[in-house]
């Protein structure tokens, strides 16, 4: 197929590559998504997952959530965790990007980002590529906790244990593309204890 040809036949323009780091320091933005509903409860009753990614370390935070409408409480109670880790540094969340769910866009998640200074941004409708930060750690922690699961020979309740085994280890393990240092060094300055 000639290349005019498979111009005319695309419907989407590609988004492009970036290879730079758009963010400076830790914290200066936070792509946020929610996965589920999970075919199978975790054994605490969860079928959601709520997942945290800070664009400079790729530092993220999982929680997991019963009903998706607890999406704002959680995001209230790890901002105010990662303020407190953060308090002696003076950093906190300048900008945070999710998809236009609904349990993003609503007033009480409105009104608690004007309360911490946070610029709330949101992606295009069906495009997931603008959030892809967050959408590429998903698929991550979900087959490394798959591959747990079956490494182990668990039952499927335990997903939630597994999913956040990954994230602990994907901080403390993995290094950051482009640096010699894991999430946890960029976001903390110092190494993990174990």
């Known amino acids: 197929m000639c290349e005019g040809c498979k111009l005319g036949k695309q419907t989407r323009s590609s988004h492009r590559i970036i290879n730079s780091m758009s963010t400076s320091q830790p914290l200066d933005l936070m792509h ?35 009903e998706k409408s607890d999406a704002f409480d959680n995001f209230q109670n790890l901002c105010k965790m990662i303020s407190n880790e953060q308090y002696s540094s003076n950093k906190c969340i300048v900008r945070l990007r999710t998809n236009h769910g609904t349990e993003f866009e609503n007033a009480s998640f409105d009104e608690f980002c004007n309360d911490m200074g946070i610029k709330h941004e949101f992606s295009a409708p069906i495009t997931p590529q603008q959030n892809g930060v967050v959408e590429r750690k998903n698929r991550v922690l979900i087959e490394m906790g798959r591959v747990m699961l079956n490494s ?13 085994n990954a994230c602990y280890t994907i901080n403390r393990v993995i290094f950051r593309s482009g640096t010699e240092k894991t999430p946890y060094e960029i976001l903390k300055g110092k190494k993990p204890n174990g």
């Open 32 to 66: 946020m998504d929610l996965v589920g509903l999970v075919q199978t409860k975790s054994l605490g009753g969860k079928k959601y997952m709520l997942v945290l990614v800070d664009d400079f370390s790729r530092f993220t935070w999982v929680k997991f959530l019963c």
């Open 152 to 164: 182990a020979g668990l039952a499927h309740t335990f997903w939630a244990e597994a999913i956040s």
